[in-house]
């Protein structure tokens, strides 16, 4: 796996996830307002160590995802897809993989198809 996984790259992974991966199974995003009063993405705020909580389409369900979270779900997601490398799924990155990597981050595993 590449050494150093830049903010660049977790902007693309969470984009891909925030924009069309998670909607089938997370409909609300979360967040306190930055101390700064500066208005920043949801992907923007993980960046920035800030943690942002989710809630399920139900209603009923929320989670706590954070950059460290994010960042620890990345070799489960590359092992998922049976990628040869982090530079390989960057290269085949689509909302199905940000989607997979959120749920890893979250759950652990892969809970909603």
Known sequence: MKNTID???????LVAAFEGGINHWC???MFETKKSGKELM????ILSDEEV????SR????WLLSKEKV??????TISHYSFASFEEMMKKLNSEVGNSLIQFALFNKIAFE
Request: hydrophobic share 45%.
């Open 7 to 13: 903010n660049k790259d977790l902007e693309n992974l």
């Open 27 to 29: 409909n609300a995003l």
């Open 42 to 45: 949801v992907y923007e705020r």
């Open 53 to 56: 909580i989710l809630f399920s």
């Open 59 to 62: 209603g009923v369900e929320k």
């Open 71 to 76: 960042l620890n779900a990345i070799p489960k």
